[in-house]
């Protein structure tokens, strides 16, 4: 059976798994749009988090802020980004979390993305990684890194001369994927092309039209994502499913419902 959560606030992401009737939890240690943290809210902390997840069998996965770019030219981000990345991942070990997702990144308008890829390679020679690092491709940004499948080629090429390759995976999110101008039929073979791995997959259904290049995400059968791409992708990338949705308990557990009665 496929594994399956939802993205919960991280105060008790073993009593969401509970409500959702789930097999993990995604979540963020702390404010998403900030330069801080990270900090376990759990009661008991990171040890009392790792123990009681892992006695509940409830996977744990953490996303990092959104403010994190490891790919920038501008400094005073990119220096920022690999200390905070450290710290997600530090975090992360401590609970025991199978993988900490982040999001692919850009560079200036200006910029040849080139350096771009070189900066994650950089970042990923630094970082000390004890749980599986899973970029993930991004919906917007004219010049990112993995919004589009040739970018993420030129990404993996770069990275896969780090000595930490193999710790680093991938995260496909499909509301991502259609809004970026990535079809979804046949994504999950085009993406193993070149990543040879799909980590973890994030479902969710898209408030905006193909190649808009907005990061909006809706509950499925309310969006513009082919409902065919998604089930294929979910069946196809061997990978837990993620749903970052609203409504809560209520519209996530729809979903779950959804994903699992069209998984093969
Ligand atoms: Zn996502």
Redesign the pocket.
């Known amino acids: 059976m496929l594994l399956m959560g939802a ?1 919960v606030d991280q105060s008790d992401p073993i009593a969401e798994a509970r409500a959702r009737g789930a097999g993990l939890s995604q979540f963020f240690l702390g404010d998403p749009q900030a330069w801080k943290g990270p900090q376990v809210a759990y009661p008991g902390g990171a040890a009392a988090l790792k123990a009681d997840a892992e006695a509940a069998h409830v996977k744990l996965y953490v ?1 990092a802020p959104y403010v994190l770019n490891v790919a920038t030219t501008n400094n005073r981000i990119r220096i920022p980004s690999r200390q905070h990345l450290q710290k997600q991942l530090t975090a992360a070990a401590q609970i025991g979390a199978a993988g900490v ?1 982040v ?1 692919g990144g850009h560079v200036l308008a200006n910029d040849d993305p080139e350096t771009g890829f070189d900066n994650w390679r950089k970042a990923i020679d630094g970082l000390t990684i004890d749980v599986p690092l899973l970029i ?1 491709n991004t919906a917007g940004g004219a010049n990112a890194m993995a919004r589009h499948i040739d970018r993420l080629a030129q990404l993996w090429d770069a990275i896969s001369a780090s000595p930490n390759a193999d710790r680093v995976g991938f ?1 496909l ?1 499909t ?2 994927a259609h809004a970026g101008g990535m079809e979804l039929l046949g994504l999950v073979d085009r993406v193993m092309a070149i990543t040879g791995r799909i980590d973890l997959v ?1 479902a ?1 259904d898209s408030r905006d039209a193909f190649d808009s290049g907005a990061d909006r ?1 809706t509950n499925f059968g309310q969006g513009n994502c082919d409902p065919e791409g998604v089930a294929e992708v979910v069946s196809t990338a061997g990978a837990p499913v ?1 749903v ?1 949705t609203p409504g809560g308990v209520e519209g996530q557990t729809a979903d779950l419902e959804w994903i699992a009665s069209v998984a093969r």
């Open positions: 993205h996303h997702i999001h993930e995260c999110d509301c991502h994030h969710n995400h993620v970052e």
